[in-house]
């Protein structure tokens, strides 16, 4: 399976860094797992043009032929039992490359949250987006643990 995700800003803090690190290291001999990185703008001077000139980073990033999953709070929550279920379908259905977008401070403009095939939700509570990406890989690596019944998920 072939996982992109797509986020608005780097990751700046080491503590960051690091913990995408381990979880991109764990998903290795599950999938292929690029990360692309959009240039995060500010949101304070005029947060609708910012959000337009990310959008834009966005959808040029996301790869021809991917199922889109954009990250926003209003969306679908799973449990991670039914995100692996999700997940699994998607390879089933021949649908084994999965573009995840994360959006940056002020989220994501209308065009992308249109662009996607799916909305996904880690919950209701707002999370930085540095969080978001970190929290996505971990489900990500847990959801590979599930499919193939290895001791992860308890």
């Known amino acids: 399976m072939r996982l992109d ?4 800003g780097k990751l700046k803090e080491r503590y960051w860094q690091d913990a995408a690190a381990e979880y991109l290291k ?9 990360i692309a990185e959009v240039p995060d703008r ?12 990310e959008g ?15 990250l926003e709070i209003g969306g679908q929550a799973r449990s991670s039992e039914g995100f692996a279920e999700w997940l699994e379908t998607q390879g089933i259905q021949g649908r ?4 995840f977008v994360i959006g940056g401070a002020a ?3 209308a065009e992308v949250l249109s662009r ?29 643990r599930i499919m193939r019944g290895e001791p992860y998920h308890r």
């Open 56 to 70: 834009a980073g966005l959808l040029r990033a996301i790869p021809d032929g991917a199922t889109v999953v954009v």
């Open 107 to 109: 989220g994501l403009n």
């Open 96 to 99: 084994s490359h999965v573009a």
């Open 42 to 53: 500010d949101v304070t001077a005029d947060k609708e043009r910012a959000l337009e000139a």
């Open 116 to 144: 996607a095939d799916e909305r996904l939700s880690l919950g209701p509570m707002t999370l930085p987006h540095q969080l978001a990406r970190v929290v996505l890989l971990e489900q990500l690596y847990r959801a590979f």
């Open 5 to 8: 995700i797509i986020c608005v």
């Open 26 to 34: 764990r998903l290795t001999p599950y999938a292929r797992v690029e």
